[in-house]
């Protein structure tokens, strides 16, 4: 019997590790706790579309059907995409449905200490142990009966966008218990079928916490149910450079972010001393393609009429993967009343009998619902599925740093384990892939990993790339944003692929990369 790989998700990092897993001959065994695959793309707004074109956001191996016309896929296309995916890779037959993990524990030979003082990943550098396995505990939602299966190795495809809610902590009697209205989580309104929600908003004042991508299409649903006679009012701490179209003055932003010569602007991580001159140099220009994009959004939405022109650039909302697309005719609903936007000086507010208190202000927005779109606490998602404390603190790492992953996949002190889809990009389908395609080869034994120590400097580096460019505190979204290529080089590097993937000087330098260029090894 081959070695089991246990799987905890079935959304689209789940489905890409499941096939990669069995394309090396492994047996691997995917655990849903819900009763389809899909994942975020399950449940959302009606409204909702994928957030990049879908040139970047499809599988290499399997293009969108010709049906699909659309540049931003809808919610059901993508659903239907990915179900014929499962279907054409033969995966459902690896999936449990309705069996939610409880907790997985280590069981190996060696006590903390001796694991700690590990040079090497697992004690020897090897994906699998023939001593050390995981447990993994599973509960059937249907029948609630447990059951423990024994693994060689575990890939963590929880993902950071669900189960979870962010709600922000509230002093006492000054939280939504203070409320006389109704308050719920984005989460709660996604659950709900499309009817269901579009009654829950109808005749209704309603207030949206959040000005991500799940707060702008929440927020023209209830335009769209109440127009200006009951506007909806979105409370928002931070003007983000949301995109209206992915095509700044008519080039396309992949060219801008998405080419080798765009990357020679960024320093980036484990560079030499040739790339980090040139970056210093080319600094001016990396200014001015920001500069570039921000005139285009500030041109197209009219940011400056509604003092909604971010502080920080948009070089940073990029490399924060904090880019979102603004729904058609959004800012056309502000200008006619329908949406409101109210800025919250701060991350405080309080909720009253009547609505929300905005810090500053000495009237409330009356409200009837409250709806926060304050987005998930992924860590602590990832976090809880570790039953031994030691374990749950080294997932997550120092709160000072992004995520303690090398390639951000493995952790060099957590043996026969794997995190995929976590960490985030501009198109994490594209990004996810490459991952489970790497980690399939490290299954297979085409490349080693280099110690403990090595890794861990490694994530130090990209902590430091993560720091220069992201927005804020955004950097602990570990995001890869603006370094797609660079990313995607230390995987082919690993293992013995060309990164160079384009017929030509010029093109290679110029030309947007995308997942149809690594189609083939």
């Not at 769209?224 to 931070?238: D, F, H, Q, S, W």
Request: net charge neutral; aromatic share 12%.
């Amino acid at each position: 019997m081959g070695k089991q790989v246990a799987i905890i998700g079935a959304g689209i990092s789940g489905l890409l590790a499941c096939k990669y897993t069995l394309s090396k001959g492994f047996q691997p065994i995917v655990f849903e706790a819900s009763s389809s695959i899909g994942g975020v793309w399950t449940k959302t707004v009606e409204t909702t579309r994928i957030q990049s074109p879908k040139d970047y956001y499809q599988f290499s191996d399997f293009p969108w059907p010709s049906s699909v016309t659309e540049g931003f896929p809808t919610q059901n296309q993508v659903l239907d995409y990915v179900k014929s995916y499962a279907q054409h890779f033969d995966l459902l037959k690896h999936i449990k449905f309705n069996t939610k993990v409880c907790g997985i524990e280590y069981e190996g030979p060696s006590s903390e200490d001796e694991m700690q003082a590990w040079s090497l990943w697992g004690g020897n550098g090897e994906p699998f142990s023939s001593e050390g396995k995981w447990k993994v505990v599973a509960e059937d939602k249907h029948s609630l009966s447990t059951e423990i299966h024994l693994v060689d190795f575990v890939i963590l495809c929880l993902g950071r966008f669900s189960d979870v809610p962010n709600i922000p902590d509230f002093h006492p009697n000054m939280g939504p218990e203070a409320f006389h209205g109704e308050v719920i989580h984005s989460m709660n309104y996604a659950d709900m079928d499309y009817i269901s929600a579009a009654n829950l908003v109808k005749g209704k004042q309603v207030t949206v916490v959040g000005f991500q991508k799940f707060a702008m299409d929440i927020a023209m649903e209830c335009s769209n149910a109440n127009g200006v006679e009951l506007p909806c009012t979105v409370i928002y701490k931070t003007e983000h450079w949301n995109l209206p179209d992915y095509l700044p003055w008519g080039l396309p932003l992949a060219y801008l972010y998405f080419s080798r010569f765009s990357e020679l602007l960024v320093h980036k991580p484990g560079e030499g001393l040739l790339l980090n001159l040139l970056a210093t140099i080319l600094s001016p220009l990396r200014w001015a393609f920001s500069k570039f994009v921000e005139s285009h959004v500030n041109k197209k939405l009219g940011l400056a009429k509604y003092g909604m022109v971010p502080k920080h650039s948009f070089l940073q909302e990029i490399s924060s993967c904090m880019i979102a697309t603004v729904p058609e005719k959004f800012f056309d609903r502000v200008q006619e009343g329908s949406i409101i936007l109210k800025k919250s000086p701060s991350s405080t507010f309080s909720f009253c009998q009547e609505g929300i208190l905005v810090e500053g202000e000495s009237s409330p927005v009356k409200t009837d619902l409250v709806i926060m779109a304050t987005g998930f606490r992924g860590e602590k998602k990832l976090k809880d599925v570790f039953v031994t404390p030691t374990f749950q603190d080294r997932i997550v790492g120092s709160p000072e740093t992004i995520l303690p992953l090398y390639r951000e996949c493995i952790h060099g002190r957590i043996p026969q384990l794997a995190v995929i889809g976590f960490s985030e990009s501009i198109s994490n389908l594209f990004t996810s892939e490459m991952r489970c395609r790497w980690l399939s080869e490290l299954f297979a034994g085409t490349f080693k990993l280099p110690s403990i120590k090595e890794m861990e400097k490694d994530v130090e580096k990209w902590d430091k790339y993560a720091k220069q460019y992201a927005s804020g505190q955004y950097y602990r979204r570990s995001c890869i944003g603006a370094l797609h290529l660079w990313y995607n080089d230390q995987l082919c590097k690993d293992m013995g692929w060309n990164h160079k993937r384009k017929k030509g000087v010029f093109a290679e330098l110029f030309e947007p990369y995308g997942p149809m260029d690594y189609a083939t090894s």
